[in-house]
């Protein structure tokens, strides 16, 4: 740790050094020689504080003339949202964090992007002095006809050296004043009027100091986001089949409600936000372009209000690298088509962007906002993967490869969970399959293996199709658009047709998923050859194909391997969103390509690095030997490698409505709200001042009671029930929160709050039913809720809720409630927007706001009647965790005195909500299809 040791070695105790200084010294921070003359004859002793505020701080001298807003937006943009900034004056900002050390290692691990910004990066000590400073000059009585940006340069001499002229002046938007940067002496004042001759004019002109940049800044944007109506219109709508739908229609949209935007109204978007704003004038142009495209593209083909309810999740990790990618991926795109007719190829790019940047340098990031990357057969064969030892990710410490098995194990546990004799029923499917593949291969036919689990993931085998299936050239012939075509022919070429036979051996099968590819065009072909299959498996000898099939469940599938006779190699397949039926996909090999790299020693293909891209030489070979000597490929495939879009981000689920065209606009709709959320968020983050920096970050002992901790440290079902209660079925109650922990959060909300209604901006509330309280994205608390859900919550659901996907919670939206008597009241009887709720009561003293609980419900019984069994009335206490499941029907009473404070998590599992849409079945767990059921059998 360079930094480490030179923040050591250079480190003095300050308060020494500093006592035997002079008022001058002192206020110089130890320079007195620019100080002012009557303050030398002053002569002060002060009692110093503990500098300990200090440790580990750093200052950052930056490369370009500050714009603090724009290096915040960079820090938080660049997922380093736990840095505080403060301006010092000239180039100089100090960072901290809350964990002294932290910081020494971020900016040693993340040397190259600190370059990027800062010229130097140094501890900061006692000797650190600033000489100068920049300021914004508001000058006054310049004629018009001398406007120009040379003479605001010679006019700012006056009182500094002139660095900067606001884009307002430059472009003559305002003229009431012209503004511009300066540089002075620290102690300097701009405040003067002189009287100046310009090209034989005379002038009285006055120079005053401009307000603060950011606040300015920021409230240039009160109106912005104080405008709702144009703002971010959110639709409310519940997930399709999955949870959603409530009482009252939808408890809210993914992501929460604005105010005044109503249902359907279309999504008008003013960037006229001061250029100064957000110190990226090209980006705002992009994004009206772009918003004109989406508008032109609305008016001719209908309504948005005809849209449908897929609300794309705005996820959490929103701010982070991840909007980088999207953003560049569709502004690449619309670069290349100067603007967003193709669809097509703009969702590629986008998609392509993501994938690219996960796969960079070899680099498979997990965090949220980024695609997940799951391991489909290590997951489902766990036990088989400690036999298996080659690398699934080339990534140098294996980590990734770790955290990829643990995650997919989540997955696959869910899943198993329901098919209580899971693993029998593979074996078993195996068995069969590699009789009938081998007694086929026998009969010299080459068809397509397929296997599958059915529909996204529901449970249960489905038939196998063996039949072959459309060739490309009939799938175009039916309309059926296919990307890339070439090159998958030039695949399907080895096994003599689109769909290769595998004569397989050992084949566990890893399943993906099945389709049945529709479109009217398609009517003719019979639905056994319409299945579409994305396939993989680890076949010891035979070889894999990628297939046309249609994944929605997956955007990406690579597989590797090498061959046994080290003659050849597999490679696969890229899916992508072709046009067959909305969410059918085609396999794209030329993207494959440039995520696969040849090692030429072991013949084997891995992930990631774009550096080499052999793919369709690989292939030729490949099909060169088979034509040749009429036989299959020996191709051992190892392992199979699935990067799923990230489920939050629930690009997926705008490929399940019936049709292209509204899909099309869903597409558009939901860049355009995702960039709209980013920038909100973006806003109030850079500008938000934080008060408790500690409660950013997560730290378990201040957060959580101790009892919580060592249930959690346990992770046991007896662990958990020791501290838990179960008043009702599925209903559980325990401690959980540190009272100093609720005190702080209530006193990070209130401040927000205060701080948005003195600049009155109008925030986002956490959901239709409620007016007060605040979403915590907002805050910018989104890394520590990351940790909070998997490490405090996962544990928890995975035990109790494995078919509500309590064991593949993927996303979560969190926010405070704020109840009380000039805040909100009673909440309706409801359902909420999530597989799962923990809401968490923070304090204060309060009477009311009990809440009641109803019985679980589908959305076609949800306003049947209850039984008595299923009514719980239930006391909030301040640090007590109530958990339940989203389809839970509850509410709350009044709270008739004082103020309660909730901490609610809505959690999700994007497993479940594809699962769910596609089961009709809710007898499992709504109380009145159970009811209904058993009466039906007896
Ligand atoms: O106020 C509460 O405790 C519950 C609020 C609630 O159920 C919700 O926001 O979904
Ligand atoms: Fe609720």
Redo the contacts with the bound molecule.
Sequence with gaps: MRVAERAQNVWKPKVQQKQNLSYAQIVTGGNASCSQDNVRDSFLNVDLEATSWLDGCFVGCLREVPNLQSIKESFIMGGFSLVRLRYLGEKFVLLSCDDVGVLCNLIEDNKAWFDGLFSSVFPWDGSFTIKERFAWVRCRGIPLQLWSNHCFVNIGVVVGEVVEIDEATKEKERLEFARFRVKILVTSSVSMVKVISINGILCKVSFEEDMCFSELAFNSLVGKWGGVDTELDTEAGSEDGGVGGSLRDS?GSDFGELHGVGKGEEATVQCKVTPFCLGKEHQLHGLTEFQESVRAAIKDDGPLGAIPSHQPRINEGLIKNEVVVNEEGTQASEARQGGYDGINEMLTAFKKGLVEKVLANNEVTLHEGSPVVECGSRGAYKEQLSTMNTPLVDNSDGKALEKVIEEASGINEELASHLPNFKEMITKKCSELIVKSTSRQQDGIEEAFFTSMGHEGSPSWVANSFGPRPSFDELEHSGVRVVGKDDVACSSHIGGRTNIALPVQDVPPIVVDNLILESEKLDGIDEERRKGTLVSARVEQGFQSSTVGAAPLFDLIALEGKGVDNSSRMHFGLMDYGVVRPRDSVVKVKDVASILETNEDSRSLRLASRKVTRLEEDVSEAAGFTLKDSNLVDVRVEQAVFLVQQPSARIDSLFTTDSAIENSFVILRWIEQFRKLARYRLQLMVNYQRLNWDIYNMNAQKFFTPSFLCAIEENTEEGFRNIMDEPCPGVFTFDMLHPQFCEKLIREVDNFLRWTADLKIKIMRPNELHEHGAVLHDLGMEPMLQTFRKEYIEPITRVFYGEFGGSALDSHYAFVVDHGLARDGE?DL?V?DAHL?LNICLGYDFSGGELFFRGVRCDDHITTGCQPEEMLDYCHVPGRAILHTGRHR?GTTATTSGRRLNLIFWLKSSRLAKWRRYQNDCSSWCAECMRKKKDEAS
Aim: hydrophobic share 50%; net charge negative.
């Design positions: 408890v909440v409801h909420d709720a509850h």
